[in-house]
T-cell receptor
């Protein structure tokens, strides 16, 4: 499978715990995006990398959220001190051109 | 205000029938419009991407149209199959490059159910 992969697919955590998600983009794609999607809503942009550089961060990305792409390949999204409002689907997408994004299957986070 | 509105909100059709989903947008300037299919609990999958100069694009049984003058797009599904049951989302961008995705405006989608 040469598509975007995300791990884990589901995560249940208790409020206050830290969680980390991983995204492996399509191998030749230099652009990587993180989105958050809640039920019945479209994805909300969180952050964007071009190679290893984080070029764009949404105001939605509070100081509890941090994303990295250390070698310009896979990326991680960490949420510290999770809150119930963080429960959502976290989507990763990658692209070679700016407007052709390929999405991964997402990580469903439930904070109890 | 930049907005993307989709109709209907939900739709139920019988297998084998055709259907058309609508998307109206007020995004300006306009760069491109995309239709995505999203299965429940999965990430969106791109169906079509159209720029200003394109007015129709097909992908198998999916045909998208774009009227940039009236700022309307439609997605026509031919000979529907049970696997077409999903949410169909219209996304409009006013940014042509640089990967700046805060300028993507997502519709809320049309939930399509195809029944046997």
């Amino acid at each position: 499978d040469t598509g975007v992969s995300q791990d884990p697919r589901h995560k249940i955590t208790k409020r206050g715990q830290n969680v980390t998600f991983r995204c492996d983009p399509i191998s030749e794609h230099n652009r990587l995006y993180w989105y958050r999607q809640t039920l019945g809503q479209g994805p909300e942009f969180l952050t964007y990398f071009q190679n290893e550089a984080q070029l764009e961060k949404s105001r939605l990305l509070s100081d509890r959220f941090s994303a990295e792409r250390p070698k310009g390949s896979f990326s991680t999204l960490e949420i510290q001190r999770t809150e119930q409002g963080d429960s959502a689907m976290y989507l990763c997408a990658s692209s070679l051109r700016a407007y052709e994004q390929y999405f991964g299957p997402g990580t469903r986070l439930t904070v109890t | 205000k930049n907005q993307v509105e989709q109709s209907p909100q939900s739709l139920i059709i019988l297998e084998g029938k055709n259907c058309t989903l609508q998307c109206n947008y007020t995004v300006s300037p306009f760069s491109n419009l995309r239709w995505y299919k999203q299965d429940t609990g999965r990430g969106p999958v791109s169906l079509t991407i159209m720029t200003f100069s394109e007015n129709t694009k097909s992908n198998g049984r999916y045909t998208a149209t774009l009227d940039a003058d009236t700022k309307q797009s439609s997605l026509h599904i031919t000979a529907s199959q049970l696997s077409d049951s999903a949410s169909y989302i219209c996304v409009v961008s006013d940014t042509n490059g640089g990967g700046n995705n805060r300028k993507l405006i997502w519709g809320l989608g049309t939930s399509l159910a195809v029944n046997p």
